[in-house]
């Protein structure tokens, strides 16, 4: 099956500053496909790329069937970082324009309206400014805009950025309905947690390169099981200094740790059970964070040079 998104060998300037390089990735269909990175790696660079906002300098984007993103326009949904809906409008009109623009019918337009402002608690907010509205609602509003007119390709970049634990647990149900329906999805964000619980594949990227890309379960067992997660009560300041130790992440009483291959993970525990309190101890495959810090740490210290 064709990729949904083919990216090859792209390569993007701006003046004396290449935001992305010799960037390659594939999209597989119905997936959620991470494009992962820190601030100012070129995720959004190449989301617009994608999106025929910028053009590359270098290397071919394909779009839905090999389609240009002119023709293919009407069946991607995508939800910029920098939010913005018409502000004057009211809600329900706006959400309804965005609807016709994409190729609906006015009837269907109006009950899909209905149906996403009424899921999301804003049917009372549907004759309201979208400037009267919160700036969660006002999220909201344009993630219904979004995925109102039921693409075939959702781009979403950084789509829980400050939202509230309620309402990204619903955009994250909904995000998830959507990948069961078929439709493709790329999800860019710097917050590893999400991505880890909602990708099946990633590219993660660091000042504009590709340094870690692949099905996120396959790349999680290529780690192996060498990470300790502990929850405990006391003094753990002492665990760092154990011997098989190579790296730990602290969060007060909870730990994460990069043990040696050869460490024994049953003397570990024992050792730490002498002077705390532990109520967890799990060996596990290394977080989808400790694996980001660590690529974008090897390749700053290949290459120091800044990028944006």
Not at 86 to 102: N, P
Not at 212 to 232: F, P, Q
Request: one cysteine or more.
């Amino acid at each position: 099956m064709s990729p949904v998104i083919s990216v090859s060998d792209v390569t993007k300037r701006f003046g004396d500053v290449t935001a992305v390089r010799e960037l390659s990735f594939e999209v597989p269909q119905g997936t959620i496909f991470g494009l992962l990175g820190p601030n100012g790696a070129g995720k959004t660079t190449t989301l617009r790329m994608i999106l025929g906002i910028f053009l590359p300098d270098e290397g071919s984007i394909s779009v839905l069937d090999g389609q240009g993103v002119e023709e293919a326009k009407d069946r991607i949904g995508y939800l910029p970082e920098e939010r913005g809906l018409y502000r004057k409008m009211k809600v329900g009109d706006v959400l309804r324009f965005f609807c016709e623009i994409k190729g609906v019918g006015k009837e269907t337009a109006r009950k899909s309206v209905n149906y996403w402002l009424d899921r999301f608690g804003l049917a009372d907010w549907e004759n309201k400014k979208v400037e009267e509205l919160s700036r969660g609602m006002q999220q909201k509003a344009q993630f219904i805009a979004t995925i109102i007119h039921q693409p075939d390709l959702l781009i979403l970049d950084e789509p829980f950025s400050g939202m509230d634990p309620v309402s990204t647990a619903q955009m994250k149900d909904i995000v998830i309905e959507q990948k069961n329906a078929g439709t493709t999805i790329i999800l860019s964000t710097h917050i590893m947690e999400q991505a880890e619980k909602l990708c099946d594949e990633i590219c993660l990227i660091n000042k504009g390169t590709a340094v870690l890309k692949g099905s996120l379960a396959e790349i999680k067992r290529s780690y192996g099981t060498d990470s300790v997660h502990i929850r405990y009560s006391g003094d753990g300041s002492f665990i760092e200094q154990l011997p098989g130790i190579e790296s730990v992440d602290d969060y007060a009483n909870y730990i994460e740790l990069k043990v040696s291959r050869d460490a024994d993970a049953s003397a570990l525990l024992r050792e730490i059970c002498t002077k705390v309190a532990v109520t967890r101890f799990e060996v596990v495959e290394p977080s989808l964070n400790r694996i980001f810090i660590e690529k974008v740490t090897q390749t700053d210290e290949q290459d120091p040079q800044d990028s944006a």
